[in-house]
Structure formats: C-alpha cells, structure tokens
C-alpha cells in the first residue's frame, strides 16, 4: 500500500486482497472510497470521516481515484487491474461512493454513493461500518 504523500490523503493500495486481509485480520471490514481531483464531497468524507476514524484506528480505509488509469492495482481474485478500470467494474460511477468489502471482496453492507444531507452522513457510515462488522463475525 502506498503512504500517502501529506496527511489529507488516504492511503492507496497496490493490492485490494492484501488490504482486505489486513482488515479483516482486524475484524474490520476493507472500507473503499472512490474518489476524484477537485471533488468537494469528497474532500468531506475523507477529512472529516474517513481520516480520524482512520488515525484513531477505528477502520481501515484506502482510497482510489476513478480516473487513474496508469498506476497498478492488484485485484481481489489476484489478476492486475488499474484503480480506473476497477471503479468501473464495481459501477462506482459516482464519487464519492464508499463500500464497505470483506476479505474476498464481497460487499458487507450496502454502499455510500455520493453525500446526500452532508449533516448524516456520519451516521449513515457508522450504521454501514456496524452493519458490515456484524456480518464479518
């Protein structure tokens, strides 16, 4: 997984099966934000949700930009892909969409797309990241 290179970034994996396992090694589903350059909602799921529950080890999230078309992206089943191309495959057409993912990638509560009342959504990702914890158990 790469670091992100300033501290307003999530992390982006090189490998959505490494990341998961880490995750679910913690009992923790693989939280996914797609993401996009100059995206103001997703500015606000990232820092305001997304990056403190992250520093205070309360999830394990990673981001990727539905854009990129170039850097490597190690799939779930193993075979290599791009952050693009993977978006794609899971219909994230809009960002930002947050899905909450088990160890092989199967959705473990239904997913966040896009920031409907901005006051909420707090509690709509603290009732998903409940809702996917119960079914990894």
Known sequence: ?????????????????????????????????????????????????????????????????VRDRTSNLQGFDGSMTTPAEQAKAWKARFAPTVLFLGAKGEDLAERLVGVAVPDFYGEYLDARLQQARARLR
Do not use: I
């Not at 099966?17 to 693989?30: C, D, F």
């Open 1 to 65: 997984m790469n670091t992100p290179g300033h501290s307003s970034a999530l992390p982006t994996p090189t490998s959505l099966r490494g990341s998961a396992l880490a995750a679910v090694a913690r009992g923790e589903p693989l939280v996914v934000m797609t993401t996009l350059a100059g995206c103001p909602y997703c500015d606000l799921v990232r820092n305001h949700h997304l990056l403190p529950m992250l520093r205070q080890g309360q999830l394990h999230a990673v981001q990727l930009d």
